[in-house]
C-alpha cells in the first residue's frame, strides 16, 4: 500500500466522529428524578395520614371530671379556674347535669326515656378537659398530680386512647424531624456540587424539563391511585395541599438541575 493511501485513510478516520445522541443522559435523569419524586409524594401521603390520625386521637381524648354534689356556683368556678390555670390544660368546658342529659337525649334517645323513666338523674355535673401532648404522655402521673387532689370530684378517663394519641402526636414529631433532616442532607448535596467549580456539559434547562415532566408523572400517578380513596374517606382521607406539591415540585427541579451538572452522574 503506497504513503499516500495511507495517509488518505488516517485523514478519514480522524474525520469520521461518534453520533451524538439527541438527548444525552437524560433517560437516566429522568428515572432518576421521577424515584426522588415518587419518594417524596409517599412521604407527603404518608404524613397527611399520620396527621389526620393524630388530630382524631387527640381531639376525641377527653377527661370528664365529675362533681360528686350539686356545688355552689363559686365552688364550680373555683374549680374552673384552677383548672384553666394549669399549663396542660388546653380547654376546659362546664356542662351541668341538664345540659348533659340533654346530650344523652341527642344522641341515644331510648336511653334518656329508660332514665325518665327510671326516675334517676343519669349524670353529675362535671368539666370536660381538653389536654396538651406533654399531659398526655403521662396520662396517670398527670391525673394523679392535678385533679385527685380535688376532694369533691373524680376524673374518668381512658389510659389507651391518652396513649394512641401521644403515640400519634410523637410520630408527627418524628416526620417533621426526617423532612428537615433530608432536606438539609439535599442542600447540602446542591451547595457541594454548585460549589466545586465543575462546568456542566451544556445548558441544563433540558435537565429541568425532564424533572418537570417527572413530578407530573408521580402526581399523576399518586393522584390515580389516591382520588377513589379520596372521594370514599371524604374529609378525613388527604392526599395533599397545594404547599406540598410546590415543595415536591421544587425539590425534584432542583434535583434534576444538580444532576445535570455532577460529574459522577
Avoid at 18 to 23: A, E, G, I, L, T
Avoid at 160 to 186: D, E, P, Q, R, S
Amino acid at each position: 500500500m503506497s504513503e499516500e493511501s495511507i495517509a488518505l485513510s488516517a485523514e478519514t478516520q480522524v474525520d469520521i466522529k461518534p453520533r451524538q445522541k439527541v438527548f444525552p443522559g437524560y433517560g437516566r435523569l429522568f428515572f432518576i428524578t421521577l424515584f426522588i419524586a415518587l419518594l417524596a409524594q409517599s412521604f407527603c401521603f404518608f404524613y397527611f395520614q399520620a396527621r389526620a390520625v393524630s388530630a382524631v386521637l387527640h381531639g376525641d381524648f377527653k377527661i370528664i371530671l365529675a362533681l360528686n354534689s350539686a356545688p355552689a356556683q363559686e365552688r364550680v368556678n373555683e374549680i374552673g379556674s384552677a383548672l384553666s390555670s394549669n399549663p396542660d390544660v388546653l380547654s376546659v368546658k362546664f356542662i351541668s347535669a341538664e345540659d348533659g342529659f340533654n346530650i344523652i337525649r341527642e344522641q341515644n334517645p331510648r336511653l334518656a326515656d329508660n332514665f325518665v323513666f327510671l326516675g334517676r338523674r343519669p349524670m353529675a355535673d362535671y368539666f370536660e378537659l381538653t389536654l396538651g401532648d406533654a399531659a398526655l404522655a403521662d396520662i396517670d402521673a398527670w391525673v394523679k398530680t392535678n385533679l385527685s387532689p380535688i376532694p369533691d370530684a373524680r376524673a374518668y378517663y381512658k389510659s389507651g386512647a391518652a396513649f394512641a394519641a401521644a403515640y400519634g402526636a410523637n410520630i408527627l414529631k418524628f416526620l417533621n424531624l426526617l423532612a428537615g433532616v433530608l432536606l438539609a442532607v439535599l442542600f447540602s448535596f446542591v451547595f457541594f456540587v454548585e460549589g466545586s467549580g465543575v462546568k456542566p456539559a451544556g445548558p441544563r434547562w433540558p435537565a429541568v424539563l425532564t424533572a418537570l415532566v417527572s413530578y407530573g408523572v408521580s402526581y399523576g400517578v399518586f393522584y390515580f391511585l389516591l382520588e377513589p380513596l379520596r372521594q370514599t374517606g371524604g374529609v378525613f382521607f388527604m392526599f395533599t395541599v397545594l404547599e406540598a406539591q410546590c415543595v415536591i415540585a421544587f425539590i425534584t427541579v432542583v434535583s434534576g438541575w444538580v444532576f445535570a451538572k455532577w460529574k459522577r452522574f
